[in-house]
């Protein structure tokens, strides 16, 4: 087993959030980003998530054909194939950042897309997906977290959901640097008060706490890590004296939420983790934080790559002045596996930081 079932996936997020550590979740745009994740998970010695965007599920299918779920699709049947062959880590397929405009073009067809591969006894093609609701009000944003939640318990899916906004670009979705990218606990009350902490179907939560894509220069992020633990706290407080329940949700208590880590109801994710500092990542991870997703710092990587190769083979890759290069020099697969390398050495990098580095679930 490779590619995680639902229940391999559920052992993996209990095993971090009880251990204290969280898994890299790294996106992919191309079957050689693809393989540099497995290698850089595999090196690591550390299970992982693997996932794509609404841009790169699109891309994925080709500019011609330009489909996300046809993306999609390519992407896990190819990961599923590939991924076999590293039999001593799990690796989970996520799509991730799905904004309102995209859920019926994207998501909601992959989930019934699981739903009849569940309802026919064969496992889900991917383990989690997420919806991103940080452009709507929060009522709207829970409303249809808990129509996709409903059906992610009949897809055996994990539903991850965004609370808040995250601030600078990504896939053409971009929202400002201000105070709207700080969550607060009224927030994380809300969101159990109608989703629940477990018992109505498993979900992660991306609260923002500063949280930017992109890579900026110092001083420019500001994030507050102790938000998530003043979120955390809030909630766990609130299961044991009553007022989720009296909020008008049915009574919550420890009791009807299976092993919940101490303090810490919410199984967190943290977006926007490129470029954040060892302490900024070590703070999150501590209040609850079980899965960080590195875009910008791994497509650094592979492209920074790509890049040395070209400027030291300059005269062999191009014809310079009618001579004739290279082949072995501008054949795709001499840069390419460079650049998978160098990819590869920043995911290790990041699960070592992230402390799953070692402790692939055997």
Not at 51 to 58: D, E
Not at 187 to 194: C, F, K
Not at 218 to 239: S, Y
């Amino acid at each position: 087993m490779t590619i995680a079932t639902p229940e391999r996936y559920a052992e993996m997020l209990d095993a971090a959030r009880h251990g204290g550590y969280a898994y890299l979740a790294i996106n992919v745009t191309s079957s050689q980003t693809l393989n540099a994740a497995l290698q850089g998970f595999a090196e690591a010695e550390s299970d992982g998530i693997i996932q794509v965007s609404v841009g790169g599920s699109a891309y994925f299918s080709g500019k011609t054909v330009h489909d996300r779920v046809v993306g999609s699709l390519a992407f896990a049947a190819f990961a599923h194939e590939v991924a076999a062959q590293y039999p001593n880590i799990t690796i989970a397929l996520h799509t991730d950042h799905c904004a309102k405009q995209y859920l019926d073009e994207w998501v909601r067809p992959l989930l019934d897309h699981e739903i009849d591969q569940v309802r026919h006894g064969q496992e889900p093609t991917f383990q989690s997906h997420m919806w991103d609701g940080s452009t709507v009000p929060l009522e709207e944003n829970l409303t249809i977290a808990a129509e996709l939640l409903e059906k992610s318990v009949r897809a055996q899916t994990v539903l991850e959901i965004e609370i808040g906004a995250v601030g600078g670009e990504e896939d053409g979705h971009s929202a400002e640097i201000n105070e709207k990218l700080y969550s607060t606990p009224a927030d994380g009350l809300r969101v159990a008060e109608r989703l629940g902490l477990g018992e109505h179907g498993r979900y992660m939560a991306a609260f923002t706490f500063g949280n930017v894509h992109g890579a900026y220069k110092p001083g420019v992020v500001k994030l507050r890590p102790e938000l998530l633990r003043d979120i955390q706290t809030e909630v766990w407080n609130a299961t044991h004296d009553g007022r989720l329940g009296s909020l008008g949700a049915s009574s919550v208590s420890s009791c009807a939420i299976p092993d919940l880590p101490e303090g810490k109801p919410f199984a967190l994710v943290f977006h926007g983790g490129s470029g954040s500092s060892p302490e900024e990542i070590a703070a999150a991870v501590s209040y609850g934080v079980v899965k960080m997703n590195i875009d910008t710092d791994t497509q650094y990587a592979f492209s920074r790559a790509i890049a040395g190769h070209m400027f030291r083979n300059y005269d062999a890759v191009l014809k310079v002045d009618g001579e004739v290069g290279n082949k072995k020099l501008y054949d795709p697969r001499s840069w390419g596996r460079e650049a998978e390398d160098a990819m590869a050495a920043r995911v290790v990098e990041a699960c070592v930081q992230l402390g799953s580095a070692g402790r692939a679930l055997k």
